[in-house]
């Protein structure tokens, strides 16, 4: 690991303000993730901004009667909150589905958010990655690619998003809220959260420089039958193949999004018109346009099932 220097902040404002006049600065609140890759240079900060002291560890009910999350809400308190169980139920399940219990008591609400891949030729520091170094190239097109992404990837990158929470978030149109460097605030749907790799795959998210995230907002509950179903390697502490967050109605009607295929969470509103007609036309209509390699063809095919298994289990 690389020397840092480090600093507590003692609001989210003076956080961005440090970050923004620091270069190569990062924050670190549980650091999961990121002192993993600080252990392996993959990541290497200058500069650490602790955040833990900001309070940002409340779970809030909003006027509009959705429910605001901190961005210091570690996971096992998010997963154990009665009103996430009881209206959210999608979130707790899909929690609790990722990472060790562990890992869970440090991991937070913002940092899941901000997780970053785990295609292993980022993590290969011998290895070609725009992700991770701009300009060198992507090993993973021609090598090993049976995790990474089977669309919305590019000619640059095919690297996934690699949690849970995130997906389940998704299916529920989670809204991030910000502050910016500038001290000023921001809301950014999740659905514009993550930035498609293009032509600047190192950039995973639409965060300006010094930007933090304060808390997560979850509109009011939408009823209905929450599963949230997860597909891997090994049965436990492993990240997807294949996960479907599903939100079924009495009707047949619903929503769907799936992790482990893209960049970012995937879901369409043309899927979602689909979920009364099974799961076929609905991933049809998710993957249109899906571009796998000869490895990772068979993530078409296992959405496809999970997806029909989290539909017969939402008629039980």
């Keep these: 690991m690389k020397a840092f220097t480090y600093e507590r902040a003692s609001s989210p404002a003076e956080a961005a303000a440090a970050a923004a006049r620091t270069p190569g600065a990062r924050f670190i609140a549980g650091g999961t993730n990121l002192l993993d890759l600080m252990k392996l240079e993959v990541e290497t900060p200058g500069h650490l901004i602790d955040v833990n002291a900001l309070k940002l560890d409340t779970i809030e009910s909003t006027p509009e009667g959705g429910l605001k999350i901190g961005a210091l809400v570690r ?40 997780q970053r891949t785990r295609c292993p030729y980022f993590y290969d520091t011998n290895q070609r990655c725009n992700k991770r170094n701009p300009g060198s190239g992507c090993a993973a097109l021609e090598g090993v690619s049976r995790q990474l992404a089977v669309i919305g990837g590019s000619k640059d990158c095919i690297a996934t998003y690699p949690g849970d929470m995130a997906v389940a978030m998704r299916a529920l149109d989670a809204t991030v809220q ?92 043309a899927a979602d018109a689909q979920l009364a007609n099974g799961a076929k036309a609905v991933t049809g209509a998710l993957f249109a346009g899906a571009k796998p390699t000869e490895q990772n063809r068979f993530k078409l095919l296992l959405a496809e099932r999970t997806l029909a298994a989290v539909l017969a289990e939402a008629k039980e």
Excluded: C, M
């Design 75 to 114: 996971n096992t308190d998010l997963a154990a909150n009665p009103r996430i169980r009881r209206d959210y139920a999608l979130v707790s399940r899909a929690v609790v589905a990722g990472a060790s219990g562990q890992l869970r008591n440090k991991a937070t609400t913002g940092g899941n958010l901000l």
């Design 178 to 269: 910000t502050v910016q460097a500038d001290g000023s605030e921001r809301s950014i749907p999740l659905a514009q959260f993550y930035r498609a790799p293009a032509d600047a795959p190192h950039l995973d998210t639409v965060l300006g420089h010094g930007e933090l995230i304060t808390s997560v907002t979850l509109p009011k509950p939408i009823g209905g039958t929450h599963i949230y179903r997860k597909v891997r390697d090994r049965a436990s502490y492993a990240f997807a193949l294949v996960s479907i967050a599903a939100v079924v109605q009495n009707d047949g009607s619903g929503r769907v999004a799936v992790g482990g295929v893209a960049y970012a969470p995937w879901r369409s509103d």
